[in-house]
């Protein structure tokens, strides 16, 4: 493939997250680069918000591609009477309790595009989630962000600052006719510490313990009371879409998708980092185009889409668009949008044992299928990985990867699971098979 011609593709310069990276923490600058307009835009019509959103097909971009407004209205009419948008007419009363949180604990190996938003646009997140605090009438925002990511933390902390001395955030509150409170909380670090029942229980001041749902957050999440959950990347874009409308949303795509996706490239590629492209772009044109193809001239072998969680997409796949959809139809998922990409030559059962190793050490230990199962694929992946298991420790292996999905209260086990039974199936040769 010749690496000029992705470099002349128009669609890869296509970017809306990732043109003010730029700005920073500075207030000014980001009210200067168009800032503002989104919740400006949103002030002037607050019922037209979850519809806006809506109509513009925006999903959420932590990993399940789940349509964003479905979530916002049911936070939206949990516990109301009187429906979104309308509870500010009744000044002196006591509003509902409900909370926005914006979830950037972000602790996947290959996955590090919310840690750039944080630290890069933290105004771009800021001004979404008091788009989102307005659209389902909240009374407290949490910006939830993994301790780990020092820098991000300090760039929130002071671009909430600048946000709560502003005329934006006093027009907000009147038009809430309660007060909003802004937070900052720092999640315990853990991967599984961003599952959205996680979540819950850290801010509820316990262990980020999963737990079964329903009921799902929207409708009883931090002390009882509805909560909204979204990923950092899905709430940029929300006030891009208040400012510019649905219909421009959707036109950023390619074909049936809508808007652009941030990739975190890296692995076997030259040129790994943090692209945005338009969603529904071929596979090819992020690893031969922005990621200047493959290191040391070696063919393209597999991808793990969406971070280790996944199934791997072999060199047939290099054709697939990069939407929830497509990706999806050919048995993997977009996830977060990390792509570890691996070259011919690196071993396919050695990189899927470090993953399964990963997630065996952050399992949370309450569920034992999940706990025992993680450290049990992991000990029959590296005695495959050394050359000294049999063929019975391969048959282990492809029977707990078999019978342990769905037997966690969380997707961890899942997504360990799903890893092993696809590089089984996809490379077989690679485990004597």
Known sequence: MARQNYH???????????????VGTDYRRWLAAGGGHGLDAALANPAAIIDTIEAAGLVGMGGAGFPTHRKWRAAAQAGAAAGPGKEAASPGTTPTIRYVVVNGNEDEPGTFKDRHLLLHTPHQVIEGALIAALAIHATHVVFYVNRRQRDALAA???????????????????????????????????????????????????????RSKPPFPAQSGIGGAPTLINNVETIANVSHI????????????????????????????????????????????????????????????????????????????LDVALDFDSVRARGSSLGTGAMIVLGEGTSIVREVARYVEFFAAESCGQCPPCKCGTFQMARLLHRIDTGVATQRDVDALASLATLLPRSGRCGLIDGAATVVQSSLRTFPGEYGL
Request: net charge neutral; proline share 5%; with cysteine.
């Open 8 to 22: 002349l593709n128009k669609r890869l310069n296509q970017r809306l997250l990732s043109s003010r990276f730029d």
């Open 156 to 210: 929130m902390r002071e671009a909430l600052a600048q946000w709560q001395t502003s005329q934006l955030f006093a027009r907000l509150a009147a038009a809430l006719g309660h007060p909003l409170e802004l937070a900052l909380n720092e999640s315990s670090g853990r991967y599984i510490g961003g599952e959205e029942t996680a979540v819950v229980s850290w801010l509820d001041g316990g262990f980020p313990f999963p």
């Open 242 to 317: 208040l400012r510019d409308g649905p219909d421009a949303h959707r036109a950023l795509g390619i074909g049936e998708a809508s808007g652009t996706k941030l990739y975190s490239l890296s692995g076997d590629v030259l040129r790994p980092g943090l692209y945005e492209l338009p969603m529904g772009t071929p596979l090819a044109d992020l690893v031969f185009g922005c990621g200047c193809g493959m290191l040391g001239g070696k063919a393209f072998k597999a991808v793990f889409t969406g971070g280790p969680s996944n199934t791997l997409l072999s060199a047939a796949d």
